[in-house]
């Protein structure tokens, strides 16, 4: 119906990593360019497990905006901003508190996994219950139409939904609805509210579904609306209520599972990671001192590359031919694990470069990074300015 809009968070709770790269960074670039895309720093959340250590998000806040610029997510192109600078997350949060049933929040796999997954944390706080509401906050403020996640975040983005539907469902009649959604239709000038009034009769007398896309057109060019006429005349078409808070999707990022220097999972919890920007000799040392096949003890050992972490690592990073000529020398012994080890090496350090580089242009220049997240916490709050107003004047709470 909109145009789509894309809005991710992520929580800065320490360094990022290759993983977080390939895993989200990447495909954030890559969405910039293809969608109108707000990205944000989910401090807020970070502290509903990292209450008692807020040093490091603190810490963490610009080092990841830094990390984001330098893996190329570019200002021009996306909206970055931090939550807690657009309090209204928190205003809207507590609102639909209101309306969310407590069993909902309890049954969120994403609840139970991590309390049992944290044991050294006192998970069995309000504020850690809560995560996922105010997580559908942020969604809805932006009513961001794509959310992309990982898999174990889909459930968040399904609950969001459903608080969506309560809230609309809830609040989405006010009483006076009829004469505003009529007063809107005369704001579209004569010609075209004839024309929306005649296509909107033939759908609710004939379902005609063809008349109801042309009157989906019709709103979807007038410019001119404001966001609240805009989504009455939509409602009132169809015959139902206001549509205040709309539904997003989750747009499931393929795990593309980052292997670790261990051949695990990239993760900061089996301290397998290489960081975003890490300096070039502890790359090639990292990497030099990965374990390998353990049958290969000595040079002349043939090993099996299916055995071998450094393998997985030529999948992501080789070409086709490096890949065979890897499987060829290491089963013939023909070549050492250095050897194999190098083009890995220089292919991390080459894609790399391109994020030092950028990352030194922003510390050398720190305000830079701060303009840029001024700019875009401006931009962010105007747009959750607009969705709360029509919030608080739905709920009853637009007294003056
Ligand atoms: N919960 C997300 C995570 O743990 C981070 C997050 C917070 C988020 N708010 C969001 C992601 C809104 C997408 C949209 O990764
Ligand atoms: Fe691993 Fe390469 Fe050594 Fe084979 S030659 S064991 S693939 S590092």
Redesign the pocket.
Do not use: Q
């Given at each position: 119906m909109f145009a789509d809009r894309v809005l991710s968070g992520m929580r800065p709770t320490g360094n990022l990593h290759l993983g977080h790269y390939h895993g989200v960074l990447k495909n954030w670039v890559q969405m910039q360019h293809e969608f109108e895309c707000l990205f944000f720093v989910a401090d807020w959340h970070a502290l509903t497990t990292h209450y008692d250590n807020p040093q490091i998000i603190e810490q963490s806040v610009w080092d990841m905006v830094v990390d984001w610029l330098a893996a190329g997510v570019d200002p021009a192109h996306a909206t970055l901003f931090i939550q807690s600078k657009v309090p209204e997350h928190a205003e809207l949060h507590l609102l639909l508190s209101m309306i969310t049933p407590l069993g909902w929040l309890e049954r969120m796999p994403t609840y139970k996994d991590q309390q049992a997954k944290l044991t050294e944390k006192d998970l069995s706080t309000y504020g850690f219950l809560g995560y996922p509401l105010l997580q559908s906050a942020d969604i809805l403020i932006y009513r961001a139409t794509q959310v992309p996640v990982g898999e174990d975040q889909v459930p968040h983005i399904e609950f969001t939904r459903e608080i969506a539907r309560r809230f609309n469902h809830l609040y989405g009649r006010d009483p006076g609805f009829e004469e505003k959604a009529e007063s809107a239709v005369k704001k579209l000038g004569s010609k075209k509210a004839r024309l929306y009034q005649e296509l909107r009769t033939r759908f609710q007398e004939q379902g005609d579904d063809e008349a109801l896309e042309s009157a989906k057109a019709l709103l979807d060019e007038q410019h001119s609306l404001s966001l609240g006429d805009r989504e009455r005349l939509f409602g009132y078409l169809e015959g139902g209520g206001k549509m205040i808070l709309s539904e997003p999707q989750s747009m499931l990022t393929v795990a593309s599972r980052m292997p670790g220097l261990d051949g695990q999972k990239m993760s900061k919890s089996y301290n397998n990671t290489i960081s975003l920007r890490e300096d070039e000799v502890s790359v090639a040392k990292k990497i030099r001192t990965m374990p390998?096949?353990p049958a290969?003890v000595r040079r002349t050992d043939p090993?099996?590359?299916e055995?071998?972490p450094?393998?997985q690592l030529?999948q992501v990073y080789s070409s086709e031919q490096t890949r065979q000529s890897?499987v060829h020398?290491?089963k013939s012994a023909g070549?050492?694990?250095i050897e194999?080890?190098q083009p890995v090496i220089d292919a991390v350090l080459d894609e790399q470069r391109p994020m030092r580089e950028r990352a030194q242009m922003y510390l050398d220049n720190p305000s830079l990074v701060k303009n840029i997240i001024a700019d875009g916490n401006e931009k962010a709050r105007k747009l959750a300015c607009e969705t709360m107003r029509e919030v608080r004047e739905a709920m009853g709470l637009s007294y003056s």
């Open positions: 390998t096949d290969r090993g099996d590359p055995k071998c450094v393998w030529h890897v020398g290491c070549i050492g694990c194999c080890k």
